[in-house]
């Protein structure tokens, strides 16, 4: 190969190296940086893979999801008000907050709560299950790389990777809207919500952090008691049929 021609895994070695690199500031939020969507922010870094999870409508009551948001908004404030860093040393037998640890529990809080299995929970029948785990693979390997997903009863986890040129964002709502409007059809309820119109995404800072989150992705159904090991649940990554 000549110098003069392009090297596609030379730009994705570079696109990939981004993800420490420092945002310019002409820089589109929605690849690298801070925007928001709805209530919540969302932190994008170009180059990077993410964890993400959006549910189903109804999977999280509005007053639950408040409540949540208040206790982390009230540890927020009060970490602001002491002035805790990361390095800061604990009081007498306590270890300080620390956002990360504070977005950690409220990420949880979550978690858990769409466990229990809240909601219609539409995901449990076979064919809508089936659509979601096909939409989401339909473009693997061409707009993104998957690591890791699993489809529940209320709500998908992915593990995913934008390749160059495609927005995580633009990659969510293409999912959400193609499975949304055929569901709704299949259930005989067109225009009715069938997807959060917030999603929770993260993105990932190291290989340590990937290889944590991919487990719990895999492991999510046997965590909420729906199958004995991840290879028995059929709509994640980690069915052997797939």
């Given at each position: 190969?000549?110098?003069?021609?392009?090297?596609?895994?030379?730009?994705?070695?570079?696109?990939?190296l981004?993800?420490?690199?420092?945002?310019?500031?002409?820089?589109?939020?929605?690849?690298?940086?801070?925007?928001?969507?709805?209530?919540?922010?969302?932190?994008?870094?170009?180059?990077?893979?993410?964890?993400?999870?959006?549910?189903?409508?109804?999977?999280?009551?509005?007053?639950?999801?408040?409540?949540?948001?208040?206790?982390?908004?009230?540890?927020?404030?009060?970490?602001?008000?002491?002035?805790?860093?990361?390095?800061?040393?604990p009081?007498?037998?306590?270890?300080?907050?620390?956002?990360?640890?504070?977005?950690?529990?409220?990420?949880?809080?979550?978690?858990?709560?769409?466990?229990?299995?809240?909601?219609?929970?539409?995901?449990?029948?076979?064919?809508?299950?089936?659509?979601?785990?096909?939409?989401?693979?339909h473009?693997?390997?061409?707009?993104?790389?998957?690591?890791?997903?699993?489809?529940?009863?209320?709500?998908v986890?992915?593990?995913?990777?934008?390749?160059?040129?495609?927005?995580?964002?633009?990659?969510?709502?293409?999912?959400?809207?193609?499975?949304?409007?055929?569901?709704?059809?299949?259930?005989?309820?067109?225009?009715?919500?069938?997807?959060?119109?917030?999603?929770?995404?993260?993105?990932?800072?190291?290989?340590?952090?990937?290889?944590?989150?991919?487990?719990?992705?895999?492991?999510?159904?046997?965590?909420?008691?729906?199958?004995?090991?991840?290879?028995?649940?059929?709509?994640s990554?980690?069915?052997?049929?797939?």
């Open positions: 190969m000549s110098a003069s021609e392009p090297n596609p895994g030379l730009d994705r070695v570079r696109f990939a981004r993800a420490t690199g420092v945002k310019s500031e002409a820089a589109n939020p929605h690849r690298s940086g801070v925007h928001s969507r709805g209530y919540l922010p969302h932190v994008k870094r170009e180059g990077a893979s993410y964890f993400v999870t959006f549910r189903l409508g109804d999977s999280l009551p509005k007053e639950v999801l408040l409540e949540y948001q208040g206790e982390r908004a009230e540890r927020l404030r009060r970490l602001l008000a002491a002035g805790t860093t990361t390095k800061s040393a009081s007498a037998g306590m270890t300080p907050d620390t956002k990360e640890a504070i977005d950690r529990d409220y990420r949880r809080k979550v978690e858990r709560y769409l466990d229990k299995g809240a909601g219609a929970c539409w995901l449990r029948r076979p064919d809508l299950a089936e659509l979601v785990a096909n939409a989401l693979r473009f693997e390997g061409q707009r993104y790389l998957l690591t890791a997903w699993v489809v529940m009863p209320n709500h986890h992915v593990m995913v990777w934008p390749m160059p040129n495609y927005l995580l964002g633009d990659i969510l709502q293409s999912w959400k809207g193609y499975t949304a409007r055929e569901a709704n059809k299949i259930l005989g309820s067109t225009g009715q919500t069938f997807w959060q119109p917030e999603s929770f995404d993260r993105w990932i800072r190291n290989d340590e952090e990937k290889a944590r989150i991919c487990r719990y992705i895999v492991n999510n159904p046997v965590t909420a008691r729906l199958c004995p090991t991840p290879q028995d649940w059929h709509w990554s980690a069915w052997p049929g797939w």
